[in-house]
């Protein structure tokens, strides 16, 4: 089970606005997909979630563009939890180009537990809180990063 989740991800047309560079709802579709995808990786689909009647609701993102991204870039995105209080949790998110290992914007999502049925948030779940493990330094993910293969 991966304590820091990468997927690449490539940068097609869809994904371009009138400045012709990667959008900035696209970075926002791309942090959703692979927090979902990292939380399956850890035994936590969202099917699992809605047999749960209860799942993650995002309270707050915050993203810093370090630099354009552009059609046909190739994308190295990894995603960590920082933090896992009684309530919530912090996701972070790294982008790279990967061809060079550029970081092109980093990122984080505060996450809210909730009821499904209320919208009211809850306390996590040992059995949710328990599947991802802590990786509170950035460094330890630069150091993951920096042996990557970059293409």
């Known amino acids: 089970m991966p304590r820091i ?5 490539e940068v097609g047309e869809e994904a371009i606005d009138v400045h012709r560079h990667v ?8 942090m959703q997909e692979v927090a979902i995808e990292h939380s399956s990786a850890q035994g936590w689909p ?3 979630y809605l047999e749960c009647g209860e799942s993650w609701y995002v309270k707050s993102h915050f993203i810093e563009y370090l630099r354009p991204a552009f059609l046909g870039d190739t994308l190295t995105v990894c995603t960590w939890v920082a933090d896992m209080e009684k309530r919530s949790s912090l996701r972070r998110y790294l982008f790279l180009r990967a061809a060079d290992g550029q970081a092109l914007a980093r990122a984080e999502t505060r996450w ?5 049925k209320s919208g009211r948030p809850l306390a996590i779940p040992e059995t949710v809180g328990g599947a991802f493990e802590v990786v509170e330094s ?14």
Request: aromatic share 14%; glycine share 2%; charged share 20%.
């Open 5 to 9: 989740y990468v997927k690449t991800q």
């Open 138 to 151: 950035e460094d330890e993910v630069a150091g993951f990063v920096a042996n990557l293969p970059h293409t």
């Open 23 to 30: 959008n900035n709802q696209e970075y926002l579709r791309w």
């Open 112 to 116: 809210i537990f909730v009821s499904l």
């Open 46 to 48: 969202m099917a699992r």
